[in-house]
């Protein structure tokens, strides 16, 4: 399928796209001043690079970022509250109708996209504004993205430009691996089946866990679910165990955890795997290499992404259409 393998060509560009945003913010400084938290607007495959730089910054203890998936912004909102737009083709309503009024309300904006009238707002409002490729599906441009907002806010957190050619070094040596024929990726396509995907990762990587599931439903077509350990021990394990013995054949779970999880953390996801087993449910376990902040992130977003092009392949499906999308969009459109 020619859209299968166009799509998988740009998954397996993701270092260089990471590497190509993130000088192309570089030369687009934004400084994110003060103490208030950094606010991207952003909606589906635009909005997953800022949940990523957010799991980033929660770990580096850099600053607070709040992602708006919304047609308004936070009430709290004022002249010094840093903004970044992001929208890859630049006509995403509720990112547009958001930056409005986000500059009706003083804030200081900054716009990562490919063009659009996002981009003609930005050269209106001269606010800085990193331009990326266009000609993509927004979920096969998340590298783009996320290397713009690594670059165009380099300076002012103290994000080291080694550290993103590192991890994009570090991705093509573990490609093999996860990409391949037999890899790591294939492996989690072949134990997810025909059943429904639920994938648990440690709180940290709760973005992880958003990509897995979008990826899930665009590419693959299927309905996915994710949440964070310890917290599903407070409620869904109530759920597995109650359904313990009975038929779960339409079940799978993808358990991710990695080198640096806390020791408390590890011990739970050692007994969530336990319990799922015990409880019958296909559980598959992704033991992420890296222990790099930045590299374990994009680590355990390429499986995901690779996962669900694997996914569509054996299932006959073509991962570009987003037919349900286009209906909305048609739908919802002003008269």
């Known amino acids: 399928m020619e859209g299968l393998e166009r799509m998988r060509k ?42 990523l730089l957010g799991s980033y910054l929660l770990q580096r203890g850099k600053r607070a970022l709040v992602v708006c998936r919304n047609f308004r912004p936070p009430a709290w909102v004022g ?18 109708a958001a930056y409005d009024a986000c500059r009706s309300q003083g804030a200081r904006v900054g716009v990562i996209t490919s063009g659009g009238d996002l981009r003609q707002r930005a050269m209106n409002d001269q606010a800085p504004c990193t331009l990326v490729p266009a000609g993509l599906p927004p979920r096969a441009s998340l590298g783009y993205q996320l290397g713009g907002l690594l670059g165009m806010l380099q300076k002012d957190l103290s994000i080291p430009g080694e550290m993103v050619h590192r991890t994009a070094d570090e991705l093509r040596r573990l490609r093999p691996g996860i990409a391949d024929r037999g890899g790591l990726s294939e492996t989690v396509a072949k134990a997810w089946g025909e059943g429904d995907l639920l994938v648990y990762v440690p709180e940290r990587l709760a973005p992880v866990g958003r990509r897995w599931t979008t990826q899930a439903e665009e590419n693959a077509k ?85 996962a669900s092009l694997w996914h569509a392949e054996r299932s006959g499906i073509d991962p570009m259409p987003i037919i349900g999308i286009e209906k909305m969009r048609k739908a919802l459109a002003k008269p």
């Open 222 to 306: 299927r309905l996915a679910h994710f949440d964070t350990v310890p917290e599903v021990l407070h409620n869904a394990i109530v759920a597995w165990d109650a359904q313990r013995g009975g038929s779960m054949t339409n079940r799978r779970v993808v358990l991710i955890h990695g080198p640096t999880d806390d020791g408390e953390v590890a011990r739970r996801v050692t007994y969530l795997a336990g319990a799922l087993r015990d409880a019958g449910v296909v559980t598959l376990e992704v033991r992420l290499q890296s222990k790099d902040t930045l590299t374990e992130i994009m680590e355990a977003v390429w499986i995901g992404d690779y």
């Open 10 to 51: 740009w998954v397996d560009d993701l270092p260089d796209q990471l590497v190509t945003g993130f000088e192309a913010g570089s030369e687009n400084p934004y400084a994110a001043q003060g103490s208030e938290p950094l606010v991207v607007l952003g909606m589906g495959g635009s909005s997953i690079a800022a949940d």
């Open 79 to 96: 002249p010094q509250t840093p903004v970044l737009a992001v929208s890859y083709g630049g006509g995403t309503v509720e990112t547009l």
